[in-house]
């Protein structure tokens, strides 16, 4: 018992096993029965599922806010607001690549499916080492949201589409160190072919290399969003939970968004002032010899950006919604 109830990383070690016991539950059932057939994903399985998740993740943030307080449970909500957010900016280049690499809508839930069991190890390593950056020397958080501040201001102005993936030097770099086939084997991600001298060797498949640049789009994405949960709270407890609650999530609304992400247009614009204040908030509180920014307050001003760039986008777009 007094195991359970050690301190890890701020929280009590039952706390972080309920929620890796929930996560496992969530994949395990995912995977092993609403997914054990390949099948194509359809919009309104797809939202079904988002609802589901949508829901799972504010109620685990009622959770938060029962057991470690209101501020804590805002902080959640506002940290899984932004990631989500952020999240779903990805789903531009996720499109992206699946186009690159020609995978069909019936094998893209496996690569994601797989996508987000490296998100969960990667993101648990970045959070785990800026939460040790933040408690060693607190102010790293002021340049986080220097950071943020300057990533915000260049996607405001920036209006460039995502780079293809085949010219990407980590791309590059693989295939020509790696065996690589030119088509698709079905759902596999490694299959064995005759080599050069006839000899069965392993071969990697497009479907993996997909899944390669699908992990690393997390990497160059996380660079923004980890910075950002940390400007909203320093509670690796928090950070991580909000973080995997949105990605797990993002899976199963990419199917239902990737053919009207055009219609999004303006999110950007909503996501780079989000980051601006985000960054900015931080430096306020400070001027103003606060502690921190009150959570409120920076949850308001969280939702009514996304939910007017959201707006604004669908608003400006209406035309092509109509041919939908």
């Known amino acids: 018992?007094?195991?359970?109830?050690?301190?890890?990383?701020?929280?009590?070690?039952?706390?972080?096993?309920?929620?890796?016991?929930?996560?496992?539950?969530?994949?395990?059932?995912?995977?092993?029965?609403?997914?054990?057939?390949?099948?194509?994903?359809?919009?309104?399985?797809?939202?079904?599922?988002?609802?589901?998740?949508?829901?799972?993740?504010?109620?685990?943030?009622?959770?938060?806010?029962?057991?470690?307080?209101?501020?804590?449970?805002?902080?959640?909500?506002?940290?899984?607001?932004?990631?989500?957010?952020?999240?779903?900016?990805?789903?531009?280049?996720?499109?992206?690549?699946?186009?690159?690499?020609?995978?069909?809508?019936?094998?893209?839930?496996?690569?994601l499916f797989w996508g987000v069991l490296g998100v969960i190890v990667l993101r648990g390593v970045m959070i785990g080492f800026g939460a040790a950056l933040v408690a060693r020397f607190e102010w790293v958080l002021f340049i986080f949201a220097a950071f943020l501040v300057v990533m915000g201001a260049r996607m405001f102005f920036a209006d460039k589409a995502p780079e293809d993936p085949h010219d990407n030097p980590v791309y590059r770099w693989l295939v020509r160190h790696i065996?690589?086939?030119?088509?698709?084997?079905?759902?596999?991600?490694?299959?064995?072919?005759?080599?050069r001298t006839g000899k069965l060797v392993w071969f990697a498949t497009p479907l993996f290399m997909a899944l390669i640049m699908v992990e690393l789009a997390d990497v160059v994405f996380a660079v923004d969003s980890v910075p950002a949960i940390f400007s909203i709270t320093t509670d690796p407890y928090i950070v991580y939970t909000s973080n995997i609650f949105a990605i797990l999530g993002l899976r199963a609304l990419y199917f239902a968004l990737a053919a009207?992400?055009?219609?999004?247009?303006?999110?950007?614009?909503?996501?780079?002032?989000?980051?601006?204040?985000?960054?900015?908030?931080?430096f306020f509180a400070e001027m103003m010899g606060w502690e921190k920014f009150p959570a409120p307050v920076s949850l308001a001003i969280t939702a009514v950006l996304l939910f007017a760039g959201i707006g604004w986008s669908l608003w400006k777009t209406r035309e092509q919604g109509r041919g939908l």
Do not use: C
Request: net charge positive.
């Open 1 to 111: 018992m007094d195991l359970l109830t050690a301190a890890v990383l701020g929280q009590p070690l039952w706390m972080w096993l309920a929620f890796a016991g929930l996560v496992i539950a969530l994949l395990a059932l995912d995977l092993g029965v609403l997914h054990r057939d390949q099948h194509e994903i359809g919009v309104r399985e797809s939202l079904f599922l988002s609802a589901g998740y949508l829901s799972l993740g504010l109620a685990f943030g009622g959770w938060v806010w029962h057991q470690l307080g209101r501020e804590s449970g805002i902080e959640y909500i506002t940290g899984f607001l932004i990631e989500k957010s952020l999240a779903l900016d990805n789903i531009f280049v996720i499109a992206t690549i699946f186009a690159a690499f020609a995978v069909p809508r019936a094998y893209q839930h496996r690569v």
């Open 179 to 195: 065996r690589v086939t030119p088509e698709l084997h079905g759902s596999r991600f490694f299959v064995k072919q005759p080599g």
């Open 260 to 282: 009207v992400v055009a219609r999004f247009a303006y999110l950007k614009h909503a996501l780079a002032a989000l980051l601006v204040f985000i960054g900015g908030k931080v």
